[in-house]
């Protein structure tokens, strides 16, 4: 059974920076889109940025500039930069990832655990 594993997670003060990584956590064959997702209590799950394997990039507005995605093909693993940190990115932090488990298989989606981020003003 593969799960996506994310780290990077913890308490910072605004201002402040933190780096999140998500990784599967057994063999794949190749892994797709992958991303990040958040959720603040009381609120939807939305978007952070998504990053293609060939690197192409979607931010959501709120994160642009601040916050940058990128990945590993080699290792199958996606980070996330946060800088800037603001109260407001106070969420728990979902990764995200299009997976095949192997050759034959169809891409499916896959979901981590979540990962909380607290900013303290």
């Known amino acids: 059974q593969v799960q996506l594993v994310e780290s990077g997670g913890g308490l ?5 920076s933190l780096t999140l990584s998500c990784a599967p956590s057994g063999s794949i064959f190749r892994a797709n889109a ?12 939305e978007l952070v940025a998504t990053i293609t394997r060939g690197s192409s990039t979607n931010y959501a507005d709120s994160t642009k500039g601040r916050f940058t ?13 946060m800088n800037s940190l603001k109260p407001e990115d106070t969420a728990v932090y979902y990764c995200y990832a299009q997976l095949l488990r192997d050759w034959l ?7 981590g655990q979540g990962t909380q981020v607290t900013v303290s003003s």
């Open 105 to 111: 298989s169809s891409p499916q989606d896959y979901w």
């Open 69 to 81: 995605v990128s990945r590993d093909n080699a290792k199958n693993t996606v980070y996330l930069q």
């Open 34 to 45: 992958m991303g990040w997702y958040r959720q603040a209590p009381g609120k939807q799950r």
């Open 12 to 16: 910072v003060q605004a201002g402040g």
